[in-house]
């Protein structure tokens, strides 16, 4: 792979995905060592992650390399598709206002809620029983 590189760091839920875009290539992605349809085999999820290079019409061009650690395989893609775009963005600022109102700019800021004490879930109460 080429020498110059943008990075974007991802998160959704529990995942984190640190994404370099290389300014030149084949197009080959690359998701912890795996190609993407190896790693992601449902099209749904690629669909998702190759968002922010298809709003660009740089989808074939470059070479991009993920790293993704935790959570599960939606929140992953997910991470994936925010690191992308922030990669993208750092590599020409022009592309701001297609990324922004395709709505890959926005971090999803939903997390998993805490289990609270006497409740047998986060919100979910023990049974009432009457006698």
Excluded: C, H, W
């Amino acid at each position: 792979m080429a020498n110059q590189y943008y990075e974007g760091v991802g998160r959704r839920k529990a995942s984190t995905a640190r994404v370099r875009v290389y300014d030149s290539g084949s197009g080959e992605f690359v998701v912890n060592e795996k190609s993407l349809d190896a790693y992601f085999p449902r099209q749904s999820d690629m669909k998702t992650i190759l968002g922010p290079l298809e709003t660009i019409g740089q989808k074939a061009s470059l070479n991009v390399s993920v790293i993704v650690k935790g959570g599960g395989v939606v929140g992953q893609a997910d991470a994936i598709q925010l690191g992308l775009a922030r990669a993208l963005l750092k590599m020409n600022p022009e592309d701001r206002a297609a990324l922004r109102k395709a709505g890959f700019m926005t971090r999803d800021p939903r997390e998993k809620e805490r289990k609270k004490p006497g409740l047998k879930r986060a919100r979910k109460a023990p049974t009432y029983t009457k006698r």
